[in-house]
């Protein structure tokens, strides 16, 4: 009898586990909203994750103690705080120190406080494209209603004399409408904690069996914008804190819409170009829009060259507005300083992040159709099929 009672509870479980499942990952054109139940993956995927300096990420003020191994010389200890918006602080513990003669490093891979029962790992230099010397750690953090344990891959490595550390992961959700299969990628590549916010980015990676290699700088979305499924358009709305679920809603409008996606309306935008000339969209329709943001961060001068080159090569028929700071005053054409206050709206519409290297062509219907990289303009036309 317990044995029946045990065979059928069994069944129970595995029923109600399997509705859930379909719950999170199978769909109808009619549903108006979709909760998809992420899965967490090692390294980047088709994203690049940043990174942040180990000494501005990690604290040194201690609220309990850990064990330390006592095979390791010079060693100190150093925290990482696994989401900044918490009020209860949660940490992954990270020791370095030295041990025959290589700098090396540990993490509390099971978040028990002590460094004794965890690997001893060599400090490399930084391999951005890879997740080989990536360390799996336990910690906790907030899933916006309470703390739970969940994992990650951490990553230590040097670049040019400094020690950088990340966070490399990145998410995916897989789902059916209807009958066709879906994959859509998750990523926080320029957080170096482990929540997920108003940075995260998103990619249809697979649409219905077919399959990204690379991500276009049009593939990567952000929350609010929309992912073409099934010939509907649905909005990325909602990201759960700890990047368990994502929701998506449907948009009937999408056509209608202004934003700078591709297949929207372009914002309008006024501003003044570092000569004294003012700018103002609306007469500038008789003609496509290019607007090149360009950088010269980290010394790039690929993006800057780009406005040139691009002007130089469709001169007369197209419009080039270059975006971008402290632009000398005497040069010419469609060229804005972000810095000025005119031309704060129009950097904050088109440019958002100091660095941006994303450039949009606008067609004459003032629509978006296209986006690429400055620093990789070259690149990018020799590949496309856009014609002047």
């Known amino acids: 009898m317990k044995q029946l009672f045990s065979a059928m509870l069994l069944v129970l479980m595995l029923t109600s586990y399997s509705q859930t499942e379909k719950k999170y990952s199978e769909f109808s054109a009619s549903n108006d909203t979709i909760v998809l139940r992420t899965q967490k993956q090692k390294g980047g995927g088709l994203f690049l994750n940043g990174a942040g300096l180990f000494s501005q990420v990690a604290d040194t003020v201690f609220s309990y103690t850990v064990k330390m191994p006592k095979n390791i010389s010079n060693i100190y200890r150093a925290q990482i705080i696994t989401d900044l918006t918490s009020k209860q602080r949660n940490y992954i513990n990270i020791a370095i120190g030295t041990k025959d003669g290589k700098d090396v490093f540990i993490v509390d891979q099971n978040n028990n406080r002590d460094f004794t029962d965890d690997g001893i790992y060599i400090i490399k230099p930084m391999n951005w494209q890879s997740a080989e010397n990536s360390v799996k750690c336990r910690y906790l953090i907030s899933n916006g209603k309470k703390m739970v344990q969940d994992s990650t891959w ?3 490595g040097t670049q040019n004399g400094d020690l950088f550390y990340r966070k490399n992961e990145h998410l995916t959700a897989n789902f059916k409408i209807d009958s066709k299969s879906y994959t859509i990628g998750i ?3 320029f957080n170096p904690f482990t929540n997920y916010g108003d940075r995260t980015q998103f990619a249809l990676i697979n649409d219905n069996g077919k399959t990204k290699d690379t991500l276009l700088p049009s593939d990567i979305l952000k929350a609010g914008e929309f992912v073409k499924l099934n010939n509907h358009h649905y909005r990325l709305v909602n990201m759960s804190h700890n990047g368990e679920y994502l929701t998506l809603i449907r948009e009937n409008d999408f056509s209608k819409k202004t934003g700078l996606q591709v297949g929207m309306l372009a914002p309008a935008f006024k501003g ?47 419009h080039m507005l270059r975006l971008d700071s402290k632009i000398e005053k005497t040069e ?23 660095c941006s290297r994303t450039c949009y062509i606008i067609d004459k219907n003032n629509r978006v159709i296209d986006k690429f990289d400055s620093s990789r303009w070259q690149e990018y036309f020799w590949s496309s099929n856009i014609s002047f």
């Open 187 to 189: 990523s926080e590549p």
């Open 332 to 354: 010419k054409g469609l060229q804005m300083d972000v810095e000025e206050k005119e031309n704060k709206d129009v950097c904050n519409t088109y440019r958002g992040e100091y």
């Open 272 to 318: 003044v170009t570092v000569d004294g000339t003012p700018i103002n969209s609306d007469n500038l329709h008789d003609k496509s829009i290019i607007v090149i943001n360009s950088c010269g961060c980290g010394g790039d001068i690929a993006s800057t060259d780009a406005y040139y080159q691009i002007e130089k090569k469709y001169r007369g028929r197209v």
């Open 154 to 156: 951490i990553d230590l």
